[in-house]
């Protein structure tokens, strides 16, 4: 079945460093691919997304690319705020349209000190 | 719009307890889904419901039940709470246009005891 694997937390950075989260993919077909974050004591909430293969997503600074030939969609920001800690969640839709299910990675927890 | 609203917000259970998590969205949309977060775990998918009237099973169904009341709303209950069903509860939703998004709630935090 389909599967997102993303790196292991947690990650801590100071203000202005650069980001990288890595994420890999299994999944049959021409699956979707998203970026969720979560702050403390929220919902989660869509950060970017890419719907094809070399697309890139990006909001707030953030950006992925849609690699089909590795199955990757790294999460990057060149310069991180204190306000970028949070959980962030890859994930991905494979349903075709159907039922739109997302399949989700774990979760990693980045924190930004000061 | 207050998009997807979840209550309660907190909740302590004995087991063998039985409660209803609700949820609603204002955003017509078709698709509801409940999701449970879990340490270490990420979010797995209990039911969902991918229009008004249809419910289906997800990753993780066992122990629950689920509702599509309406198009607005979306119940999740426990008719006997165990300590494995301490967890964080989402409730989300989407349109079924090509945007993709899910729209989440503030989750509910269930503790059995």
């Known amino acids: 079945g389909d599967s997102v694997t993303q790196m292991e937390g947690p990650v801590t950075l100071s203000e202005e460093a650069f980001l990288t989260i890595n994420c890999t993919y299994t999944?049959?077909?021409?699956?979707?691919l998203f970026w969720y974050v979560q702050y403390p004591g929220e919902g989660l909430q869509l950060l970017l997304k890419?719907?094809?293969?070399?697309d890139k997503g990006s909001n707030k600074g953030f950006e992925a690319t849609y690699r089909k030939e590795t199955t990757s969609f790294h999460l990057e920001k060149g310069s991180v705020q204190v306000s970028d800690s949070a959980v962030y969640f890859c994930a991905l839709d494979n349903s075709g349209g159907s039922n739109y299910k997302l399949t989700f990675g774990k979760g990693t927890l980045l924190t930004v000190n000061p | 719009n207050a998009g997807v609203t979840q209550t309660p917000k907190f909740q302590v259970l004995k087991t063998g307890q039985s409660m209803t998590l609700q949820c609603a969205q204002d955003?017509?949309?078709?698709?509801m889904y409940w999701y449970r977060q879990d340490p270490g775990m990420g979010l797995r998918l209990i039911y969902y419901s991918a229009s008004e009237g249809t419910t289906d099973k997800g990753e993780v169904p066992n122990g629950y039940n689920v509702s599509r009341l309406n198009k607005r709303e979306f119940s999740l209950r426990l008719e006997s709470a165990a300590p494995s069903q301490t967890s964080v509860y989402f409730c989300?939703?989407?349109?079924?246009?090509?945007?993709?998004?899910?729209?989440f709630g503030p989750g509910t935090r269930l503790t059995v005891t």
């Open positions: 955003m017509n949309h078709n698709s």
């Open positions: 989300a939703s989407r349109t079924r246009d090509r945007s993709y998004e899910q729209y």
């Open positions: 890419a719907t094809k293969a070399d």
């Open positions: 999944a049959t077909g021409y699956p979707s």
